[in-house]
């Protein structure tokens, strides 16, 4: 099972970028996608979830500003980050858990996102 995210960079405050992880080994269509964020110094942070029927949950922290989506026949998930701020700044994981069990279980690899003030 591989999870390879990426689409991290350097953006301005109130920037955007969208955020790619690409699953392979494991049945996509049966799997929750979630996005995570670790700051330094901060525990990580859950910041949305997809599941495969199109149902997203966010961290208040991103609601309004963040979308998590994914394409089934891809395999992808994605996250797309609008108004970004300096507090956003982290290394992003995207995860897989299957959707009957509670633990994301499959890690992909982390992507920094840097957001300059």
């Known amino acids: 099972v591989q999870l390879q995210a990426s689409g991290g960079g350097l953006v301005q405050a109130g920037g955007s970028l969208r955020l790619s992880c690409a699953a392979s080994?494991?049945?996509?269509?049966?799997?929750?996608m979630g996005w995570y964020r670790q700051a330094p110094g901060k525990q990580r942070e859950l910041v949305a979830t997809?599941?495969?029927?199109?149902?997203?949950t966010y961290a208040d922290s991103v609601k309004g500003r963040f979308t998590a989506s994914r394409d089934n026949a891809k395999n992808t998930a994605y996250l797309q980050m609008n108004s970004l701020k300096p507090e956003d700044t982290a290394v992003y994981y995207c995860?897989?858990?299957?959707?009957?069990?509670?633990?994301?279980?499959?890690w992909g690899q982390g992507t920094q996102v840097t957001v300059s003030s």
């Open positions: 995860a897989a858990r299957r959707q009957d069990l509670r633990v994301y279980n499959y």
């Open positions: 080994g494991i049945i996509f269509s049966a799997y929750t």
């Open positions: 997809s599941t495969s029927g199109g149902t997203t």
